[in-house]
């Protein structure tokens, strides 16, 4: 008889629904310490960014809001800034739209998360969506 493992469970619910938005290592790593010393930070972590994700406006929920449009997710290497505000509607996330800030100031648009996780952009573990007039401000 095999044991039910509710943190295990966690885990794997929530990287599964991660996995589109989060690179391999980045995700690897994460699993890696939700099993160690700071496990509750991980998996309470996990789970609050799965679940963040997953209440996510979708292309075009956000249109006419502006600078008051909520950013969700904060992509970030170097000098580069990508701030999410919806994700694709469709199940395969292939695109997102957002706040892109490549050093030479922001713009507006369409953003592909696939090759933010190619070109080793991190999700920000710690962001707490803001409206762009807020991250502006900052």
Request: glycine share 8%.
């Amino acid at each position: 008889m095999t044991h039910f493992n509710p943190e295990k469970f966690m885990i794997d619910t929530a990287s599964e629904d991660l996995k589109p938005f989060i690179g391999r290592a980045q995700l690897s790593t994460m699993r890696q310490l939700a099993k160690g010393e700071e496990k509750v930070f991980f998996i309470t972590r996990m789970v609050e960014l799965a679940a963040l994700i997953h209440s996510m406006p979708k292309t075009y929920e956000q249109d006419g809001k502006g600078k008051q449009s909520v950013a969700y997710l904060h992509y970030f290497n170097g000098g580069m800034d990508y701030y999410i505000t919806e994700k694709d509607s469709e199940p395969e996330q292939v695109q997102a739209f957002g706040l892109a800030d490549l050093g030479m100031g922001a713009e507006l648009g369409y953003i592909s998360i696939v090759e933010l996780l190619e070109n080793g952009l991190e999700l920000d573990l710690h962001f707490q969506p803001k409206t762009l007039e807020q991250i502006e401000q900052a």
